[in-house]
């Protein structure tokens, strides 16, 4: 017995303060290393407003308890000097879903209105700009050339960081008495119409329908991308009073020679953005979605070229067994495509809103031609 101890002892590594010493820096430097990559997504990256800008203000200025929360968000104004619409626009109510995003910061960086006003909030769920989702190996971040050089964005979350808001509830009631699984309490395309004392993702919403009242908006548009095996993709989704609008701005694609299907909003699925602005404030609402592998469950590995470039050799093998809702080549679909069919789509709806209501003009210069950012490239419209 005493000997079989003595031969374990023998057999162990030798250890001794030096060793120690290392392992303990090497330790202490990858902690450093993941804290300061885990702080700096809490940064959100700038974005340079067009001149044509009137205004800079934050969500918390239309509703205050949300100042200095990670639920706060910038929001761009452009007002022009005739009267016309008032038009929301928002990106990143899912912060994994780039498209939209990008959307927005080309809006921000591009627009001046001669005529009604625009309202754009890019970063609609700022909280889950800040953290990506589990185990989706996803980059933190994809990057954008620029004739100026490289632009760098966060890629987030679908929900508010766990961080910000936790625990999730083992169910969640939405404020519009829907029962959901409780991480969809950090949903905010589930939190509409919001709880002024809810949680930080139903105060957000409670934030952004304050903006609707205090601003007097007349049409909001929700910008979203989803994964190209879902149904519901290359679409405009409307509230049933916004259904004439989608209509005629479908034709008016296809003119163009874009195809974007149609899709009723269901009336009984509660808490989307294109629901409850609807029902809630009675305003047209109408929701965006672009085909994005990213996001999606078909997906091979996951990177920031995947991000950008859309290009994966899994959903060429869905496409070929006729899964997908889209089209899809060994071109993959770039983040530009989707960007202009996403600014199309804006252009095509306030189109049409003008057409059906003539005293609802938004005269948008300043928005680049889809056909434009399809071919030069998204960056080539971001500001340096
Ligand atoms: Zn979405």
Request: overall charge negative.
């Amino acid at each position: 017995m005493e000997k079989v101890r003595e031969e374990v002892i023998e057999r162990r590594p030798k250890g001794n303060w030096a060793t120690a010493t290392a392992l303990l820096v090497v330790g202490a430097a990858a902690g450093i290393w993941a804290g300061l990559s885990y702080r700096s997504m809490l940064e959100p990256e700038p974005i340079y407003p067009s001149p044509g800008l009137t205004a800079q203000v934050l969500l918390s200025d239309y509703f205050p308890p949300l100042k200095e929360t990670a639920g706060d968000t910038e929001v761009f104004v452009f007002h022009g000097e005739e009267p016309g619409a008032n038009v929301l626009i928002i990106g990143g109510v899912h912060a994994n879903e780039p498209a939209g995003f990008l959307a927005a910061v080309v809006l921000v960086e591009n627009l001046r209105v001669r005529a009604g006003k625009v309202v754009v909030i890019p970063r609609a769920n700022a909280s889950a700009f800040t953290c990506n989702d589990p185990q989706e190996g996803n980059p933190q971040r994809f990057f954008i050339e620029t004739p100026g050089g490289e632009r760098v964005f966060r890629l987030g979350s679908r929900l508010t960081n766990p961080v910000h808001q936790w625990p999730d509830p083992t169910l969640f009631e939405t404020p519009a008495g829907q029962i959901v699984s409780g991480p969809e309490a950090r949903n905010l395309n589930r939190a509409f119409p919001g709880r002024a004392d809810g949680y930080l993702t139903e105060r957000i919403a409670y934030g952004i329908m304050e903006l609707i009242r205090q601003e007097g908006i007349h049409i909001g548009i929700d910008l979203h991308e989803s994964s190209p095996e879902y149904p519901v993709i290359n679409a405009i989704v409307f509230h049933e009073r916004s259904a004439e609008i989608a209509a005629l701005a479908q034709m008016d694609l296809q003119f163009e020679g874009l195809d974007l299907r149609l899709e009723a909003s269901p009336p009984n699925l509660r808490g989307l953005s294109h629901r409850e602005w609807g029902d809630a404030e009675g305003i047209h609402a109408l929701l965006l979605e672009t085909p994005n592998p990213v996001q999606g469950r078909l997906k091979g590995r996951s990177s920031a070229e995947l991000v950008v470039h859309g290009k994966d050799k899994y959903y060429l093998k869905a496409e070929a067994l006729g899964r997908l809702f889209i089209p899809y080549t060994e071109e993959g679909i770039h983040i530009s495509t989707r960007v202009a069919r996403q600014l199309a789509g804006i252009q095509a709806i306030l189109i049409s809103l003008e057409e059906m209501e003539p005293d609802m003009a938004v005269n948008l210069e300043g928005l680049p031609h889809w056909m434009a950012v399809q071919e030069r490239g998204v960056g080539a419209f971001l500001r340096n």
